[in-house]
């Protein structure tokens, strides 16, 4: 689950992060009214939505106008700015052409940066570590940083039987260049960072740019956080934070029904149980010359009605052309899908190409099912037919 970043300051603030002060607006009145409260001279308009890149970002009607975040200098420039950015659209390298609507501003106060660095710390499922990435070449594209110039990064990893010390603390404060009292202010924030990122069951907190100000103070100029579903019942007051608005809503309406499913580019739609076989459905559905549409996984002990709702959400999306069932019944029964295949095609006038892989418990019931139907299903023998199967089919429906 995914955060705005004033909610993510907030919580950072609590563990005693440095950041600045500033107030989420919703409307024009509401920016001013923050902007008067902070005080001036200098404000930062942001918008807040869930994606990155705001300030290079540019606004559909508006695309050679300023970016997602601005620096003004009055409050008729906030007032100006929001007026703007609330309720429009606005595209970055992170949202895609089709944008996002930013119905909401953040109004923070200004600071004298001095310089600007990288501090994240994230969940490498590689190593089962928690890991600290920080760089000197804050404010930038952090991809671009370590494709072109890696030795600019700097990597440190905590063994989760010890958690962090002090010395992790001041590698990093040293790796990013940080002197003086500088030094004892990074300590500070690492070791507070680590803190919320454990008590709270983070799977990424991003500070870009973590900023040293012209007084020595190190300070989270912006903060991105990320949570691990699977722990959100643990933490209510952050699962309250979610804002559904900002979500694909196809992947809302699964996550309401316990299925995984992720929205793809592709057109042929794939329903499968585990996810270890939907991944590899999706790589054999390349291995013969097409694209998946989606990642879904009904899980190994779905109802009929689970699977029928899987079939609607895969049919929600438009660059479906065609569908490939793939299912291997160990918990999951064939014939309990094979139910749920023929109500949900029955129920939303099936149009596109379906081709259905059964094996497992009770597989001859399930194909005997499919078979009586009375509707065109496809049955397929293997993974490797039944994905030849449907990328001839929907070439063909074209």
Excluded at 113 to 134: G, P
Excluded at 222 to 231: G, L, V
Excluded at 259 to 278: E, H, R, T, W
């Amino acid at each position: 689950m995914n955060i705005h970043e004033y909610q993510a300051k907030n919580l950072l603030r609590k563990f005693n992060v440095a950041v600045l002060r500033g107030a989420v607006a919703h409307s024009v009145s509401e920016a001013a009214s923050a902007a008067h409260e902070l005080g001036g001279p200098v404000w930062v308009v942001k918008s807040q939505i869930h994606a990155g890149g705001r300030g290079a970002g540019r606004f559909k009607d508006d695309p050679n106008g300023k970016g997602g975040v601005r620096v003004v200098k009055s409050v008729e420039e906030v007032k100006a700015s929001a007026s703007q950015m609330l309720s429009h659209i606005l595209v970055t390298k992170q949202t895609g052409p089709a944008g996002k609507e930013v119905k909401r501003v953040y109004i923070e106060e200004g600071c004298d940066i001095a310089r600007e660095l990288y501090f994240s710390m994230l969940l490498d499922r590689e190593t089962s570590r928690i890991t600290i990435i920080a760089s000197q070449e804050g404010g930038m594209d952090i991809e671009e940083v370590a494709a072109k110039t890696p030795e600019k990064i700097l990597k440190i990893v905590i063994d989760p039987a010890t958690g962090i010390s002090g010395f992790h603390a001041r590698n990093v404060a040293f790796g990013l260049g940080l002197e003086g009292k500088q030094v004892g202010a990074g300590v500070k924030l690492v070791l507070a960072v680590y803190k919320a990122f454990t008590e709270l069951d983070a799977s990424l907190i991003e500070i870009n740019p973590l900023v040293v100000t012209g007084d020595g103070n190190v300070i989270a100029l912006d903060a991105k956080m990320s949570f691990d579903d699977n722990a959100l019942f643990r933490h209510g007051d952050v699962e309250e934070l979610r804002d559904e608005t900002e979500e694909d809503p196809s992947e809302l309406e699964a996550s309401k029904h316990e299925l995984n499913y992720i929205k793809l580019d592709g057109s042929i739609g794939c329903m499968v149980n585990g996810a270890g076989l939907a991944m590899a459905t999706m790589d054999i559905i390349k291995l013969y010359g097409s694209e998946p549409a989606n990642f879904l996984d009904v899980g190994g002990s779905a109802t009929k009605e689970r699977v029928t709702t899987a079939f609607k959400i895969i049919l929600s999306d438009p660059n479906v052309a065609g569908i490939l069932v793939n299912i291997f019944g160990g918990i999951m029964r064939c014939d309990v899908i094979a139910e749920g295949i023929v109500a949900a095609a029955k129920e939303v006038k099936l149009s596109v190409p379906l081709v259905v892989r059964l094996e497992g418990t009770n597989v001859a019931l399930g194909k005997e099912i499919i078979a009586n139907s009375g509707l065109s299903i496809i049955a397929a023998n293997d993974l490797g037919d039944a994905a030849q199967k449907i990328v001839t089919a929907v070439k063909e429906a074209k």
